[in-house]
């Protein structure tokens, strides 16, 4: 493995090229410094004599490179379009970083932010350094300071590849970790079913809480060495200008977002949190993609929490031994009755009871625990719905008719809905055919 530094000669990119080597020396990998000359400059012989000064130029830094960093630094001439060069090489090389400055110039040499800096980092599979301010890298490298590093999620895969490479980053070196999703605040209070907040603060304490609850879950313990820190913050604008802010306001020294790999033509790139980032960012950015053909599922957890609503019918209390199945000694059943706005005012007073008298008499000898919850809501489905995002269980488990031969008359309008609405893994048990 290696690290690929692209340069085009300039302050800026001399500086990012001092950082890639100082990161090299750090992993004890090899370094290619890169320059792309323009496309077709190969086929013309008596043209390519005018690049010679460059070929030179790139030899040079190198040369100074490897004597300062004492590291193997080769220089590299490439033809043709820099973003899809570079991106070429460190996919053969198997790069484990590809370094590319922040600022440049697209008329004078391919290298204006907005154009090859964006193009490398939207497509390249190989983790992308974009260098803004390469003096606190260096530092770092060197042993000599711990990293400020502020990493946006959304709770997401490629979020999930991005959290894996930072921890890479503090098993390199230290670095204290802010770990940060903003979230759009009438969605998530509706997802929640908590009511919305009377003016545009933000967030209710409630939400708040139960925000960061399920960043922490989400994230796990964080490896490597450094403090790590959680954030959750509303956003009424554009996600990557209030990232951007963030990360300046916390003195940052580097910026990580996920990257999802998409095809450059659909132009999905435009208007993304990571090219917001590397145009608006005030600090060295990362980007980490997360292939389309990766395998989302890293590791097998096994269900510890099972949401079963009921009705109490024989239909939906078939759910019951299924969801209780589903889960490991040491877990926990929570069943479910939803009170909706067509239920009998006052309620019958022994509904936990009732719920109680499902339990199933072997629960607690296979080490299983229950509780029972009774809601009012508008309707089943967002009462199980907003339960299931309260509690953070793992799966839920329903019922459901087993006839009909369109998929809607056999699921029903109620399980349609909460299929729709909810995020965990949802278990259907079918009722007996007649």
Not at 210 to 223: F, K, M, N
Not at 289 to 303: G, I, M, R
Request: proline share 5%.
């Amino acid at each position: 493995m290696t690290i690929v530094c692209g340069t085009n000669f300039s302050e800026n990119a001399t500086q990012a090229a001092r950082a890639a080597a100082a990161i090299a020396k750090r992993v004890r990998e090899p370094l290619k410094l890169v320059h792309v000359l323009g496309q077709g400059v190969a086929d013309l012989p008596a043209l390519a004599v005018l690049y010679e000064p460059f070929r030179e130029l790139l030899a040079t830094q190198a040369k100074k490179l490897s004597q300062e960093f004492e590291i193997e630094v080769e220089p590299v001439i490439l033809d043709g379009a820099a973003d899809a060069r570079l991106v070429e090489l460190a996919g053969r090389v198997k790069a484990r970083l590809l370094v590319v400055s922040a600022l440049g110039s697209r008329r004078q040499d391919h290298w204006l932010l907005g154009s090859v800096t964006e193009r490398v980092a939207q497509r390249s599979p190989t983790p992308v350094l974009v260098v803004r301010e390469a003096e606190r890298l260096q530092a770092w490298a060197r042993g000599e300071t711990s990293l400020e590093v502020v990493l946006g999620v959304d709770l997401g895969h490629s979020s999930r590849v991005a959290l894996r490479w930072v921890e890479e980053l503090r098993r390199i070196g230290p670095c204290d970790v802010r770990i940060v999703q903003l979230v759009w605040p009438l969605s998530e209070h509706a997802r929640f079913g908590i009511e919305r907040p009377i003016e545009l603060e933000g967030l209710r304490p409630e939400l708040q809480a139960l925000l960061e609850r399920d960043l922490r879950a989400w994230t796990g313990p964080v490896a490597g060495s450094g403090a790590v820190s959680y954030q959750v913050s509303s956003c009424w604008g554009r996600f990557d200008l209030q990232l951007g802010e963030l990360a300046r306001d916390a003195r940052a020294d580097l910026l990580v977002v996920g990257t999802h790999q998409r095809a450059w033509s659909a132009r999905v790139w435009q208007g993304s949190v990571s090219r917001g980032a590397i145009q608006n960012g005030a600090c060295n950015v990362v980007c980490v993609p997360a292939p389309v053909d990766q395998a989302a599922v890293t590791e097998l957890k096994p269900y510890r929490t099972v949401l079963i609503p009921t009705d109490f019918s024989a239909l939906s209390n078939r759910a019951i031994a299924a969801g209780y199945a589903l889960l490991s000694a040491g877990g926990e059943a929570h069943l479910l009755h939803v009170l909706t706005s067509d239920a009998p005012d006052p309620p019958p007073p022994d509904l936990k009871e009732r719920l109680q008298a499902l339990v199933p008499a072997n629960a607690s000898a296979l080490g299983l625990r229950t509780r029972v919850h009774i809601v009012d809501d508008a309707d089943a489905w967002s009462g199980i719905s907003h339960v299931a995002e309260r509690l953070a269980v793992d799966a839920v488990c329903m019922s459901t008719h087993g006839r009909g031969l369109a998929l809607q008359l056999m699921l029903g309008s109620q399980t349609q809905e909460v299929l729709r609405h909810v995020r965990v893994p949802v278990l259907l048990v079918k009722g007996e055919q007649t």
